[in-house]
Protein backbone atom coordinates (compact mmCIF):
# COMPACT_ATOMS: atom_id res chain seq x y z
CA UNK A 1 0.00 0.00 0.00
CA UNK A 2 1.10 3.62 -0.79
CA UNK A 3 0.84 6.74 1.21
CA UNK A 4 0.54 9.52 -1.24
CA UNK A 5 -3.42 10.29 -1.22
CA UNK A 6 -2.66 13.08 1.32
CA UNK A 7 -4.70 15.67 -0.10
CA UNK A 8 -8.18 15.70 1.24
CA UNK A 9 -11.31 13.93 -0.53
CA UNK A 10 -14.55 15.25 -1.51
CA UNK A 11 -16.99 15.04 1.05
CA UNK A 12 -14.20 15.39 3.79
CA UNK A 13 -16.08 16.83 6.89
CA UNK A 14 -14.22 19.76 8.06
CA UNK A 15 -16.52 21.16 10.55
CA UNK A 16 -14.11 20.12 13.51
CA UNK A 17 -11.14 22.41 12.28
CA UNK A 18 -10.25 23.89 15.28
CA UNK A 19 -11.39 21.76 17.77
CA UNK A 20 -9.28 19.04 19.54
CA UNK A 21 -11.95 16.86 19.52
CA UNK A 22 -13.09 14.22 16.48
CA UNK A 23 -15.70 12.42 17.58
CA UNK A 24 -16.18 9.80 15.59
CA UNK A 25 -14.43 7.74 12.84
CA UNK A 26 -17.13 8.88 10.22
CA UNK A 27 -15.21 11.38 8.80
CA UNK A 28 -12.62 8.74 7.34
CA UNK A 29 -12.81 9.59 3.74
CA UNK A 30 -12.49 6.34 0.97
CA UNK A 31 -8.94 6.29 1.53
CA UNK A 32 -9.13 6.28 5.17
CA UNK A 33 -11.11 3.34 5.12
CA UNK A 34 -9.33 1.47 2.62
CA UNK A 35 -6.28 1.86 4.95
CA UNK A 36 -8.40 1.00 8.08
CA UNK A 37 -9.56 -2.10 6.40
CA UNK A 38 -5.53 -3.04 5.67
CA UNK A 39 -5.21 -2.88 9.27
CA UNK A 40 -8.24 -4.57 10.31
CA UNK A 41 -6.91 -7.71 8.01
CA UNK A 42 -3.97 -7.43 9.55
CA UNK A 43 -5.55 -7.52 12.98
CA UNK A 44 -6.91 -10.76 12.06
CA UNK A 45 -3.79 -12.32 12.71
CA UNK A 46 -3.35 -11.54 15.80
CA UNK A 47 -3.44 -13.36 18.98
CA UNK A 48 -7.11 -13.07 20.58
CA UNK A 49 -6.84 -9.78 23.02
CA UNK A 50 -10.09 -10.77 24.71
CA UNK A 51 -12.19 -13.98 26.20
CA UNK A 52 -9.29 -14.82 28.57
CA UNK A 53 -8.05 -17.92 25.61
CA UNK A 54 -4.34 -16.35 25.98
CA UNK A 55 -3.20 -16.49 29.71
CA UNK A 56 -0.33 -14.02 29.11
CA UNK A 57 0.17 -10.49 27.95
CA UNK A 58 -3.49 -9.52 27.52
CA UNK A 59 -5.36 -8.98 31.10
CA UNK A 60 -8.99 -8.44 30.12
CA UNK A 61 -11.89 -7.17 32.82
CA UNK A 62 -14.43 -9.09 30.19
CA UNK A 63 -16.41 -5.36 30.04
CA UNK A 64 -16.96 -3.89 26.87
CA UNK A 65 -18.10 -0.86 27.86
CA UNK A 66 -14.85 -0.75 29.53
CA UNK A 67 -12.89 -1.31 26.86
CA UNK A 68 -14.95 2.30 24.39
CA UNK A 69 -14.80 3.76 27.82
CA UNK A 70 -10.45 3.61 27.57
CA UNK A 71 -10.83 4.34 23.44
CA UNK A 72 -12.57 7.26 23.86
CA UNK A 73 -10.50 8.83 26.02
CA UNK A 74 -7.47 7.49 24.05
CA UNK A 75 -8.99 9.81 21.12
CA UNK A 76 -9.54 12.72 23.28
CA UNK A 77 -6.11 12.61 24.65
CA UNK A 78 -4.55 11.54 21.45
CA UNK A 79 -3.22 15.08 20.03
CA UNK A 80 -1.51 16.40 23.23
CA UNK A 81 2.03 16.51 24.25
CA UNK A 82 2.46 14.67 27.80
CA UNK A 83 5.94 16.38 27.44
CA UNK A 84 4.31 19.74 29.49
CA UNK A 85 1.55 18.88 32.11
CA UNK A 86 1.75 23.07 32.46
CA UNK A 87 0.96 23.61 28.52
CA UNK A 88 -1.76 20.50 28.66
CA UNK A 89 -3.25 21.08 32.52
CA UNK A 90 -5.60 17.86 31.52
CA UNK A 91 -2.25 15.71 32.02
CA UNK A 92 -1.03 17.06 35.43
CA UNK A 93 -5.06 16.38 36.72
CA UNK A 94 -5.51 12.73 35.34
CA UNK A 95 -1.65 12.31 37.09
CA UNK A 96 -2.53 13.74 39.88
CA UNK A 97 -5.32 11.24 40.65
CA UNK A 98 -4.24 8.59 39.23
CA UNK A 99 -1.24 8.76 41.55
CA UNK A 100 -3.55 9.51 44.50
CA UNK A 101 -5.29 6.65 44.05
CA UNK A 102 -2.06 4.29 43.53
CA UNK A 103 -0.75 5.84 46.84
CA UNK A 104 -3.98 5.06 48.78
CA UNK A 105 -4.22 1.54 47.58
CA UNK A 106 -0.32 0.82 48.52
CA UNK A 107 -0.28 1.90 52.22
CA UNK A 108 0.79 5.46 51.76
CA UNK A 109 -0.19 9.30 51.95
CA UNK A 110 0.12 11.99 49.51
CA UNK A 111 2.40 13.67 51.97
CA UNK A 112 4.71 10.58 52.25
CA UNK A 113 4.88 8.78 49.35
CA UNK A 114 5.77 10.77 45.73
CA UNK A 115 5.74 9.35 42.31
CA UNK A 116 5.45 9.68 38.57
CA UNK A 117 3.27 8.16 35.83
CA UNK A 118 5.66 6.13 33.47
CA UNK A 119 4.92 4.14 30.11
CA UNK A 120 5.42 0.72 31.60
CA UNK A 121 6.73 -1.78 34.04
CA UNK A 122 10.30 -1.87 32.27
CA UNK A 123 10.39 1.78 32.53
CA UNK A 124 9.42 1.88 36.14
CA UNK A 125 11.81 -0.79 36.93
CA UNK A 126 14.79 0.93 35.05
CA UNK A 127 13.76 4.28 36.93
CA UNK A 128 13.58 2.72 39.94
CA UNK A 129 17.59 1.06 39.93
CA UNK A 130 18.84 4.48 38.52
CA UNK A 131 17.17 6.64 41.15
CA UNK A 132 18.88 4.63 43.64
CA UNK A 133 22.03 4.54 41.99
CA UNK A 134 22.47 7.98 41.99
CA UNK A 135 21.59 8.48 45.38
CA UNK A 136 23.91 5.23 46.50
CA UNK A 137 26.57 7.30 44.45
CA UNK A 138 25.59 10.92 46.17
CA UNK A 139 26.04 9.42 49.85
CA UNK A 140 29.17 7.69 48.32
CA UNK A 141 31.19 10.21 46.68
CA UNK A 142 34.43 8.40 46.89
CA UNK A 143 33.21 4.80 46.57
CA UNK A 144 35.33 3.86 43.44
CA UNK A 145 33.53 0.49 43.39
CA UNK A 146 30.72 -0.93 41.11
CA UNK A 147 27.30 -0.53 42.94
CA UNK A 148 25.35 -3.85 43.29
CA UNK A 149 22.09 -4.50 42.40
CA UNK A 150 20.85 -7.54 45.04
CA UNK A 151 17.73 -9.44 43.71
CA UNK A 152 16.71 -12.74 43.35
CA UNK A 153 17.05 -14.62 40.74
CA UNK A 154 13.18 -14.86 40.07
CA UNK A 155 13.26 -11.12 39.69
CA UNK A 156 11.92 -9.74 36.42
CA UNK A 157 14.45 -9.52 33.61
CA UNK A 158 14.29 -5.18 33.28
CA UNK A 159 16.46 -5.83 36.49
CA UNK A 160 19.39 -7.17 34.05
CA UNK A 161 18.73 -4.33 31.41
CA UNK A 162 18.58 -1.94 34.56
CA UNK A 163 21.83 -3.01 35.97
CA UNK A 164 23.06 -3.18 32.37
CA UNK A 165 22.22 0.45 31.60
CA UNK A 166 23.26 2.10 34.73
CA UNK A 167 26.43 0.48 35.24
CA UNK A 168 25.43 -1.50 37.87
CA UNK A 169 26.54 -5.63 39.15
CA UNK A 170 23.26 -7.61 39.12
CA UNK A 171 23.67 -10.13 42.08
CA UNK A 172 20.54 -12.68 41.56
CA UNK A 173 20.02 -14.53 44.60
CA UNK A 174 19.34 -18.13 44.91
CA UNK A 175 15.96 -19.34 45.18
CA UNK A 176 14.99 -22.79 46.66
CA UNK A 177 13.30 -25.22 44.04
CA UNK A 178 9.87 -23.90 44.83
CA UNK A 179 10.87 -20.50 44.08
CA UNK A 180 11.16 -19.10 47.41
CA UNK A 181 14.22 -17.20 48.78
CA UNK A 182 16.07 -18.05 52.00
CA UNK A 183 16.05 -14.44 53.85
CA UNK A 184 19.42 -15.22 55.41
CA UNK A 185 21.01 -15.81 51.55
CA UNK A 186 19.89 -11.83 51.46
CA UNK A 187 20.98 -10.49 54.05
CA UNK A 188 24.53 -11.86 54.06
CA UNK A 189 24.59 -9.97 50.83
CA UNK A 190 23.97 -6.65 52.31
CA UNK A 191 27.17 -5.34 52.08
CA UNK A 192 27.44 -0.80 51.84
CA UNK A 193 28.31 -1.42 47.96
CA UNK A 194 24.88 -2.67 47.45
CA UNK A 195 22.67 0.50 45.94
CA UNK A 196 19.31 -1.53 45.87
CA UNK A 197 17.76 -4.16 47.04
CA UNK A 198 14.58 -5.15 44.96
CA UNK A 199 11.77 -7.85 45.58
CA UNK A 200 9.00 -9.03 43.89
CA UNK A 201 4.96 -8.60 44.77
CA UNK A 202 4.60 -11.20 42.88
CA UNK A 203 7.71 -12.95 40.88
CA UNK A 204 6.45 -13.74 37.14
CA UNK A 205 7.64 -16.97 36.53
CA UNK A 206 6.58 -18.58 39.89
CA UNK A 207 3.75 -15.73 41.31
CA UNK A 208 5.74 -16.19 44.42
CA UNK A 209 6.11 -13.10 46.98
CA UNK A 210 9.25 -12.20 48.25
CA UNK A 211 9.80 -11.85 51.59
CA UNK A 212 9.68 -7.98 51.85
CA UNK A 213 9.00 -7.60 55.91
CA UNK A 214 12.19 -10.07 56.86
CA UNK A 215 13.95 -8.07 54.30
CA UNK A 216 13.15 -4.75 54.68
CA UNK A 217 14.05 -4.77 58.33
CA UNK A 218 17.32 -5.45 57.46
CA UNK A 219 17.43 -3.27 54.33
CA UNK A 220 16.37 -0.27 56.70
CA UNK A 221 18.76 -0.84 59.58
CA UNK A 222 21.28 -0.66 57.13
CA UNK A 223 20.57 2.20 55.33
CA UNK A 224 19.79 0.47 51.83
CA UNK A 225 17.08 1.55 49.35
CA UNK A 226 14.59 -1.48 48.90
CA UNK A 227 12.53 -1.35 45.87
CA UNK A 228 9.34 -3.50 45.33
CA UNK A 229 8.72 -4.57 42.25
CA UNK A 230 4.55 -5.54 42.09
CA UNK A 231 4.65 -4.31 38.22
CA UNK A 232 2.46 -7.39 38.14
CA UNK A 233 0.17 -7.81 41.45
CA UNK A 234 0.23 -3.99 42.32
CA UNK A 235 -3.03 -3.36 41.48
CA UNK A 236 -4.41 -6.94 42.41
CA UNK A 237 -3.10 -7.91 45.62
CA UNK A 238 -4.62 -5.13 47.59
CA UNK A 239 -7.94 -6.67 47.30
CA UNK A 240 -6.57 -10.44 47.43
CA UNK A 241 -7.13 -12.31 50.52
CA UNK A 242 -4.75 -13.97 53.04
CA UNK A 243 -1.77 -11.77 51.09
CA UNK A 244 1.19 -10.78 53.01
CA UNK A 245 1.63 -6.93 53.62
CA UNK A 246 4.42 -6.03 50.54
CA UNK A 247 3.31 -2.17 49.97
CA UNK A 248 4.49 0.95 52.21
CA UNK A 249 2.39 -0.67 55.44
CA UNK A 250 6.27 -2.43 55.88
CA UNK A 251 8.71 0.37 57.09
CA UNK A 252 12.09 0.10 54.85
CA UNK A 253 9.90 -0.19 51.51
CA UNK A 254 11.48 2.67 49.84
CA UNK A 255 9.03 2.30 46.56
CA UNK A 256 7.20 0.25 44.20
CA UNK A 257 5.91 0.11 40.85
CA UNK A 258 2.41 -0.96 39.67
CA UNK A 259 0.85 -1.14 36.31
CA UNK A 260 -1.60 0.10 35.18
CA UNK A 261 -1.92 -1.84 32.02
CA UNK A 262 -1.53 -4.94 33.49
CA UNK A 263 -4.38 -5.41 36.85
CA UNK A 264 -5.25 -1.77 35.84
CA UNK A 265 -6.85 -3.35 33.11
CA UNK A 266 -6.12 -0.12 30.95
CA UNK A 267 -4.52 -0.39 27.71
CA UNK A 268 -0.90 -0.69 27.00
CA UNK A 269 1.52 1.86 28.48
CA UNK A 270 0.80 3.17 31.45
CA UNK A 271 2.64 2.20 35.04
CA UNK A 272 3.37 4.13 38.42
CA UNK A 273 6.64 4.24 40.04
CA UNK A 274 6.25 5.27 43.62
CA UNK A 275 8.79 6.79 45.88
CA UNK A 276 9.09 7.31 49.81
CA UNK A 277 10.00 10.86 50.17
CA UNK A 278 10.03 14.10 47.73
CA UNK A 279 13.93 13.94 48.24
CA UNK A 280 13.78 10.22 46.67
CA UNK A 281 11.35 11.17 44.09
CA UNK A 282 12.95 13.96 43.15
CA UNK A 283 16.54 12.61 42.46
CA UNK A 284 14.17 10.38 39.24
CA UNK A 285 13.85 13.88 37.24
CA UNK A 286 16.48 14.94 34.29
CA UNK A 287 16.27 18.62 34.55
CA UNK A 288 18.37 20.89 32.45
CA UNK A 289 18.61 24.53 31.75
CA UNK A 290 21.66 24.35 29.80
CA UNK A 291 20.76 24.95 26.65
CA UNK A 292 19.84 27.14 24.19
CA UNK A 293 16.02 26.55 24.31
CA UNK A 294 12.84 25.14 26.57
CA UNK A 295 14.12 23.99 30.39
CA UNK A 296 14.24 20.49 30.10
CA UNK A 297 12.52 18.70 32.81
CA UNK A 298 12.01 15.13 32.46
CA UNK A 299 10.75 12.66 35.27
CA UNK A 300 10.66 9.87 32.77
CA UNK A 301 12.95 8.29 29.87
CA UNK A 302 10.70 10.05 27.05
CA UNK A 303 10.55 13.72 26.25
CA UNK A 304 7.41 13.96 23.46
CA UNK A 305 5.03 11.75 24.44
CA UNK A 306 1.65 10.18 24.06
CA UNK A 307 -0.65 11.19 26.76
CA UNK A 308 -3.60 8.25 25.98
CA UNK A 309 -2.36 5.46 27.56
CA UNK A 310 -2.68 8.51 30.50
CA UNK A 311 -5.89 9.31 30.28
CA UNK A 312 -7.35 5.80 29.32
CA UNK A 313 -6.19 4.68 32.60
CA UNK A 314 -7.28 7.53 34.75
CA UNK A 315 -10.91 7.17 32.84
CA UNK A 316 -10.52 3.07 33.83
CA UNK A 317 -9.70 3.54 37.44
CA UNK A 318 -12.62 6.17 37.77
CA UNK A 319 -14.76 3.95 36.01
CA UNK A 320 -13.59 0.72 38.25
CA UNK A 321 -13.53 2.51 41.87
CA UNK A 322 -11.71 0.25 44.41
CA UNK A 323 -15.28 -1.81 44.01
CA UNK A 324 -14.52 -2.76 40.51
CA UNK A 325 -10.85 -3.43 41.74
CA UNK A 326 -12.18 -5.51 44.44
CA UNK A 327 -14.40 -7.78 42.18
CA UNK A 328 -11.99 -8.62 39.42
CA UNK A 329 -9.84 -9.69 42.26
CA UNK A 330 -12.50 -11.84 44.33
CA UNK A 331 -13.17 -13.54 40.59
CA UNK A 332 -9.31 -14.20 40.01
CA UNK A 333 -8.85 -15.32 43.31
CA UNK A 334 -11.77 -18.00 42.58
CA UNK A 335 -10.63 -18.89 39.11
CA UNK A 336 -7.02 -19.26 40.86
CA UNK A 337 -8.36 -21.69 43.59
CA UNK A 338 -10.21 -23.76 41.14
CA UNK A 339 -7.58 -23.98 38.65
CA UNK A 340 -5.34 -25.07 41.76
CA UNK A 341 -7.51 -27.58 42.88
CA UNK A 342 -7.82 -29.18 39.26
CA UNK A 343 -4.45 -29.09 38.67
CA UNK A 344 -3.82 -30.90 41.87
CA UNK A 345 -6.28 -34.24 41.08
CA UNK A 346 -3.61 -34.62 37.32
CA UNK A 347 -1.04 -37.20 38.02
CA UNK A 348 2.02 -36.07 37.43
CA UNK A 349 1.42 -32.33 36.61
CA UNK A 350 1.53 -29.50 40.05
CA UNK A 351 1.48 -25.99 40.79
CA UNK A 352 4.94 -24.91 40.97
CA UNK A 353 6.38 -24.03 44.56
CA UNK A 354 3.26 -21.35 46.56
CA UNK A 355 2.02 -18.84 44.85
CA UNK A 356 0.05 -15.53 46.34
CA UNK A 357 -1.74 -13.63 43.46
CA UNK A 358 -2.92 -14.30 39.90
CA UNK A 359 -0.23 -15.55 38.50
CA UNK A 360 0.44 -19.57 38.60
CA UNK A 361 3.09 -21.99 37.17
CA UNK A 362 3.03 -25.67 36.44
CA UNK A 363 5.66 -27.99 36.24
CA UNK A 364 6.05 -31.73 36.60
CA UNK A 365 5.21 -33.62 39.43
CA UNK A 366 8.62 -35.07 40.18
CA UNK A 367 7.50 -36.96 43.27
CA UNK A 368 5.34 -39.52 40.92
CA UNK A 369 7.46 -41.91 38.57
CA UNK A 370 8.97 -40.25 35.58
CA UNK A 371 6.72 -42.55 33.49
CA UNK A 372 3.90 -40.80 34.63
CA UNK A 373 5.23 -37.01 34.77
CA UNK A 374 3.47 -34.48 32.61
CA UNK A 375 6.16 -32.07 30.68
CA UNK A 376 4.64 -28.79 31.17
CA UNK A 377 5.98 -27.51 27.58
CA UNK A 378 4.66 -30.49 25.80
CA UNK A 379 1.19 -29.89 28.01
CA UNK A 380 1.62 -25.90 26.75
CA UNK A 381 1.66 -26.98 22.62
CA UNK A 382 -1.12 -30.23 23.24
CA UNK A 383 -3.54 -27.24 24.91
CA UNK A 384 -3.43 -24.70 21.98
CA UNK A 385 -5.60 -27.58 20.46
CA UNK A 386 -8.49 -26.84 22.71
CA UNK A 387 -7.62 -23.02 21.88
CA UNK A 388 -5.60 -22.09 25.04
CA UNK A 389 -2.25 -20.31 24.90
CA UNK A 390 -0.33 -20.81 27.95
CA UNK A 391 3.52 -19.54 28.29
CA UNK A 392 6.34 -22.09 28.16
CA UNK A 393 8.95 -21.11 30.83
CA UNK A 394 12.27 -22.83 30.11
CA UNK A 395 14.24 -24.34 33.00
CA UNK A 396 17.30 -22.17 34.01
CA UNK A 397 20.24 -22.66 35.71
CA UNK A 398 21.27 -20.32 38.73
CA UNK A 399 24.24 -19.07 39.67
CA UNK A 400 25.16 -21.52 42.61
CA UNK A 401 23.87 -24.28 39.86
CA UNK A 402 20.85 -25.23 40.94
CA UNK A 403 18.28 -25.82 38.48
CA UNK A 404 14.94 -24.23 38.56
CA UNK A 405 12.29 -26.62 36.41
CA UNK A 406 10.92 -26.11 33.28
CA UNK A 407 7.12 -24.36 33.42
CA UNK A 408 4.58 -22.97 32.15
CA UNK A 409 3.00 -19.38 33.00
CA UNK A 410 -0.72 -18.93 33.43
CA UNK A 411 -1.95 -14.71 34.05
CA UNK A 412 -5.56 -15.32 35.18
CA UNK A 413 -7.51 -12.71 34.56
CA UNK A 414 -11.59 -11.75 35.42
CA UNK A 415 -12.49 -13.50 31.93
CA UNK A 416 -11.09 -16.54 33.30
CA UNK A 417 -13.69 -17.52 35.66
CA UNK A 418 -15.97 -18.39 32.70
CA UNK A 419 -14.21 -20.77 31.13
CA UNK A 420 -12.54 -22.29 34.12
CA UNK A 421 -14.84 -25.63 33.68
CA UNK A 422 -13.20 -25.70 29.69
CA UNK A 423 -9.60 -24.76 30.88
CA UNK A 424 -9.66 -27.43 33.47
CA UNK A 425 -11.18 -29.88 30.60
CA UNK A 426 -8.22 -28.98 28.09
CA UNK A 427 -5.72 -29.52 30.83
CA UNK A 428 -6.99 -32.54 31.67
CA UNK A 429 -7.39 -33.62 28.33
CA UNK A 430 -3.69 -32.28 27.28
CA UNK A 431 -2.38 -33.51 30.14
CA UNK A 432 -3.47 -37.05 29.74
CA UNK A 433 -2.22 -36.90 25.58
CA UNK A 434 1.75 -35.95 27.16
CA UNK A 435 2.01 -37.70 30.34
CA UNK A 436 4.77 -39.94 30.24
CA UNK A 437 6.14 -38.40 27.16
CA UNK A 438 9.77 -37.60 26.80
CA UNK A 439 10.48 -33.82 27.21
CA UNK A 440 11.59 -32.52 24.07
CA UNK A 441 15.75 -32.48 24.16
CA UNK A 442 18.01 -29.80 22.24
CA UNK A 443 18.43 -31.65 18.48
CA UNK A 444 22.28 -32.43 17.99
CA UNK A 445 22.81 -29.67 15.68
CA UNK A 446 21.68 -27.21 18.78
CA UNK A 447 24.02 -29.57 21.58
CA UNK A 448 27.29 -28.80 18.40
CA UNK A 449 26.51 -24.97 18.68
CA UNK A 450 26.58 -24.69 22.35
CA UNK A 451 29.73 -26.37 22.16
CA UNK A 452 31.21 -24.26 19.57
CA UNK A 453 30.37 -21.17 21.28
CA UNK A 454 30.99 -22.37 24.48
CA UNK A 455 33.13 -19.26 24.97
CA UNK A 456 30.44 -16.98 24.99
CA UNK A 457 30.84 -15.67 21.34
CA UNK A 458 27.77 -14.69 19.85
CA UNK A 459 27.36 -16.45 16.75
CA UNK A 460 26.56 -14.45 13.02
CA UNK A 461 22.93 -13.30 12.27
CA UNK A 462 23.27 -15.64 9.07
CA UNK A 463 24.22 -18.57 11.07
CA UNK A 464 21.84 -17.81 13.93
CA UNK A 465 19.24 -17.76 10.82
CA UNK A 466 20.58 -21.26 9.72
CA UNK A 467 20.18 -23.07 13.23
CA UNK A 468 17.25 -21.62 13.87
CA UNK A 469 15.28 -23.06 10.49
CA UNK A 470 16.94 -26.13 11.39
CA UNK A 471 16.01 -26.48 14.77
CA UNK A 472 12.23 -25.73 13.10
CA UNK A 473 11.84 -22.63 14.84
CA UNK A 474 12.30 -19.95 12.29
CA UNK A 475 8.93 -19.27 12.36
CA UNK A 476 7.34 -19.01 15.38
CA UNK A 477 4.16 -20.77 16.44
CA UNK A 478 2.84 -21.92 20.03
CA UNK A 479 2.84 -25.22 18.73
CA UNK A 480 6.55 -25.00 17.99
CA UNK A 481 7.15 -23.64 21.41
CA UNK A 482 8.53 -26.58 22.92
CA UNK A 483 11.40 -27.40 20.68
CA UNK A 484 12.98 -23.89 20.81
CA UNK A 485 12.83 -23.89 24.59
CA UNK A 486 14.65 -27.10 24.86
CA UNK A 487 17.88 -25.27 22.48
CA UNK A 488 17.35 -22.20 25.10
CA UNK A 489 17.79 -24.94 27.96
CA UNK A 490 20.59 -26.49 25.80
CA UNK A 491 22.51 -23.04 24.86
CA UNK A 492 24.58 -20.98 26.58
CA UNK A 493 22.80 -18.15 27.44
CA UNK A 494 24.50 -15.39 24.99
CA UNK A 495 23.95 -17.91 22.14
CA UNK A 496 20.36 -18.36 22.73
CA UNK A 497 19.95 -14.67 23.30
CA UNK A 498 21.82 -14.41 20.05
CA UNK A 499 19.05 -16.48 18.25
CA UNK A 500 15.73 -14.75 19.86
CA UNK A 501 17.29 -11.74 18.99
CA UNK A 502 17.40 -12.94 15.57
CA UNK A 503 13.87 -14.28 15.84
CA UNK A 504 12.28 -10.97 16.54
CA UNK A 505 15.12 -9.11 14.50
CA UNK A 506 13.28 -11.37 11.61
CA UNK A 507 9.85 -10.46 12.25
CA UNK A 508 10.05 -6.78 11.47
CA UNK A 509 12.51 -7.00 8.72
CA UNK A 510 11.45 -4.81 5.56
C1 LIG B 1 5.32 -7.17 33.47
C2 LIG B 1 6.33 -7.08 34.55
C3 LIG B 1 7.39 -6.16 34.49
C4 LIG B 1 7.72 -5.35 33.25
O1 LIG B 1 6.67 -4.72 32.78
P1 LIG B 1 6.40 -4.33 31.25
O2 LIG B 1 5.16 -3.55 31.41
O3 LIG B 1 6.22 -5.59 30.48
O4 LIG B 1 7.53 -3.52 30.76
C5 LIG B 1 8.21 -6.08 35.59
N1 LIG B 1 8.04 -6.87 36.65
C6 LIG B 1 7.06 -7.80 36.72
C7 LIG B 1 6.96 -8.66 37.94
C8 LIG B 1 6.18 -7.93 35.67
O5 LIG B 1 5.22 -8.87 35.72
Known amino acids: MTHSKNAPKEGTDHSTEGTDHPTSASRLDAWGAAIIEELARLRQGDAPTHGGRVLSYVYDHGSDSLDALAGRAMEMARP?????????????????????????????????????????????????????????????????????????????????????????????????????????????????????????????????????????????????????????????????????????????????????????????????????????????????????????????????????????????TSYLGEEGYAEGATSCQRSVNALRQAVDSIEGLTVWGHPTGPALALIADTSVPSGRWVDPHRLADDVTKAGFQIQHQPGYVQADGTILPRSVHLTITPVTEKLVPELTAALISAAHNVQGKKPHQATALGRIAGWIWKNGNRPSPSTCRFLLKFAGSHERTPQKMAPLMAIIEALPAPVAEALVTEMLAMASEP
Not at 155 to 174: L, T
Not at 220 to 247: N, T, Y
Not at 290 to 314: E, Q, R
Request: glycine residues 8%.
Open 80 to 316: LNGLDPLTFTSIAAMERDLLRFAVQITGGTPKKVSGSIASGGTESCLLAVGTARDLWRAEHPNDERTPRLVTTSTVHAAFQKAARIYDMAWDPVPVRPDGSVDPQDIIVRLGDDVALVVMSSPAYPTGVIDPIEQIAHHTEKRGISLHVDACFGGLILPWWQGAPKWDFRVPGVTGLGADFHKYGYAPKGVSVLLHRGRKRHRRQFFATTSWPAYPVVDPTFLGSKSASPLAAAWAV
